[in-house]
């Protein structure tokens, strides 16, 4: 089935560590996005790319990297300069470049501080 | 851990009932408006949209009406059921841009 492949599921992160979340997508979606979720809150945009090898900040970049090598796949590394890192994570793609387009969502990934 | 749902503004109704979930936005700009459901511990998924041009559009069981004037997006679910029960959030986006800002959401709650 096609769909959008998150993992893990969850993860947890010691202090000064680097951890990175693995998002791929087998439904040839040119755009790729990275939210974070906290408790009561909608969806804050936190990096996305339009085009293998490109990619943009959202609004809440700070302490975070993300690599778009290639098309099926958006890493995103939640670096030691995130302090408050603890939230759920979604990946998320659409079909183009479109803004009148659907995104569809991975199951997230749940990050905890150790 | 926790839930998605804290804090959120929360709809309860019977199994059956039909249920409006409201939103409102603030950009005049919107051009492009989706609803999405989040079950606990899961990733939203889809239900429907709708463009600025129109008012009101229908799915299985669920409608969605715009009201531009007063900026306000409702997602109408008929019958409803316990399965239904979630985080709805609405999203928005102007026209030509390519992200979406979502809304804090609201908690479904449908009791048999």
């Known amino acids: 089935d096609g769909g959008i492949t998150q993992s893990p599921k969850y993860l947890f992160r010691k202090e000064g560590q680097n951890v990175t979340l693995s998002c791929e997508q087998n439904?040839?979606?040119?755009?790729m996005y990275w939210y974070r979720q906290d408790p009561g809150q909608g969806l804050r945009l936190i990096y996305y790319s339009q085009i293998v090898n490109d990619f943009q900040k959202g609004d809440i970049a700070e302490g975070y990297s993300v690599s778009r090598e290639k098309k099926e796949s958006f890493p995103l590394t939640v670096t030691s300069a995130q302090k408050n890192p603890t939230a759920f994570y979604l990946c998320?793609?659409?079909?183009?470049?479109?803004?009148?387009?659907?995104?569809?969502f991975g199951d997230g990934t749940r990050l905890s501080i150790l | 851990g926790e839930s998605v749902g804290l804090h959120l503004p929360t709809l309860s109704v019977q199994e059956g009932d039909n249920s409006i979930i409201n939103c409102a936005y603030s950009n005049s700009a919107s051009d492009y408006f989706i609803w999405y459901k989040q079950e606990s511990g899961k990733g939203p998924q889809f239900i429907i949209d709708i463009r600025s041009n129109m008012d009101k559009r229908q799915g299985q069981r669920v409608t969605v009406l715009l009201n531009k004037t007063v900026k306000h997006l409702s997602l109408q679910i008929a019958a409803t059921q316990p399965g239904d029960s979630a985080v709805y959030f609405c999203?928005?986006?102007?026209?030509?841009?390519?992200?979406?800002?979502f809304g804090k959401g609201t908690m479904l709650l449908v009791s048999p």
């Open positions: 999203a928005e986006t102007p026209l030509g841009y390519s992200t979406l800002t």
């Open positions: 439904l040839n979606h040119d755009a």
């Open positions: 998320a793609s659409t079909h183009d470049r479109a803004y009148d387009q659907p995104q569809h």
